[in-house]
């Protein structure tokens, strides 16, 4: 955990700012504006990248995901750059809760692998690469996504202890409870073994 160097209303700025940039659905503006359909109506309903693959456009979902990464890793390196690592971390957690939370959705948002992923890179990108890996690995052999997602989550703050992160553990702790409870559905759905796989619908 960082040392609370920065005010509180600057902290709270800082953290408005970032749930903001969090919630924009990126998934849903691209679908939208490629004349995909709704993505709340197709497969899973899902606003992430997995969900908008199944759309059948790679080059929209490729798009999803780095964006939807790359709103997390920005919020956490403005915040870093503008304030101090307390703010930075704060940022990814107020990121993160922006896109599972969004207000433009209803508080009805995404799981959140992408942002957490590209939230972990920001913050220390060694550990992000190690969970990035992880993702795939997993992905490749079981080439289920929420299983990757799921294993990518547990093994963070693993990565964070091997490579000399711990001031981040406990921010990663909060995010990897906060996939998995987001990812509830799919852990019922792995144990019954009717998890669809990677590009198939459901």
């Not at 995901?65 to 971390?89: E, H, P």
């Not at 992160?165 to 921010?171: A, E, I, V």
Request: proline fraction near 4%.
């Amino acid at each position: 955990m960082p040392e609370i160097t920065s005010g509180p209303m600057v902290l709270l700025l800082v953290a408005v700012l970032a749930y903001l940039l969090g919630s924009v659905p990126f998934g849903l503006v691209i679908t939208k504006a490629l004349g995909l359909g709704d993505l709340r109506t197709i497969g899973s309903g899902n606003i992430g990248a997995t969900n908008v693959l199944r759309t059948g456009n790679k080059p929209a979902a490729l798009a999803t995901l780095l964006l939807d990464a790359g709103k997390g890793g920005i919020a956490v390196l403005v915040a870093r750059f503008m304030v101090g690592n307390d703010a930075a971390q704060l940022a990814a957690l107020a990121a993160f809760l922006g896109h599972i939370f969004p207000v433009w959705l209803n508080f009805k948002g995404g799981k959140g692998v992408a942002t957490f992923l590209g939230t972990l890179l920001a913050l220390a990108w060694p550990v992000g690469i190690a969970a990035c890996l992880s993702w795939l690995v997993t992905a490749l052999i079981g080439r289920i996504s929420s299983l990757a997602a799921l294993v990518a989550a547990a093994t963070s703050t693993l990565w964070m202890l091997v490579l000399g992160q711990g001031q981040f553990m406990l921010l990663g702790a909060i995010l990897t409870l906060l996939v998995y409870w987001r990812h509830a559905p799919n852990i019922k759905r792995l144990k019954a073994g009717t998890e669809p796989k990677i590009g198939k619908n459901g």
